[in-house]
């Protein structure tokens, strides 16, 4: 599995940024998908995480009400759509994912999640 993520930029503080995570897999209906950030000097942080059809969906609290995650199965692709950005909002964002039997699951963890996208830079400034 192969995860490339794109979309990543320089944006002012209140933008929008939309994130694409586009999956080189056989059947990625297969796969739960998550999105993390890492900041310099911090941990990796959970965001947003989906369930196999995108039924299910969790965020941190720190995104909830700001951050959207979706999939679309049928172009092999998760999305994060990132709105009234904030400067402690910058770093570099990665996108992962992992199998499961339960259509519903999600994870939360980093250990939760194999597969791994390359990460893309978001920068907000105030």
């Known amino acids: 599995v192969q995860l490339q993520a794109s979309g990543g930029g320089s944006v002012q503080a209140g933008d929008s940024l939309r994130l694409s995570c586009a999956a080189s897999?056989?059947?990625?209906?297969?796969?739960?998908m998550g999105w993390f950030r890492q900041a310099p000097g911090k941990e990796r942080e959970f965001l947003a995480t989906?369930?196999?059809?995108?039924?299910?969906?969790a965020y941190a609290d720190s995104v909830t009400g700001r951050f959207t995650v979706s999939r679309n199965n049928a172009k092999n692709t998760v999305y994060l759509q990132m709105n009234s950005l904030k400067p402690e909002d910058t770093a570099v964002y990665y996108c992962?994912?992992?199998?499961?039997?339960?259509?519903?699951?999600?994870?939360?963890?980093?250990?939760?999640?194999?597969?791994w996208g390359q990460g893309t830079l978001v920068t907000v400034s105030s």
């Open positions: 989906i369930s196999r059809s995108g039924a299910t969906t």
């Open positions: 897999v056989r059947t990625f209906s297969n796969y739960y």
């Open positions: 992962a994912a992992n199998s499961a039997v339960y259509v519903d699951y999600v994870g939360r963890r980093t250990g939760d999640y194999v597969y």
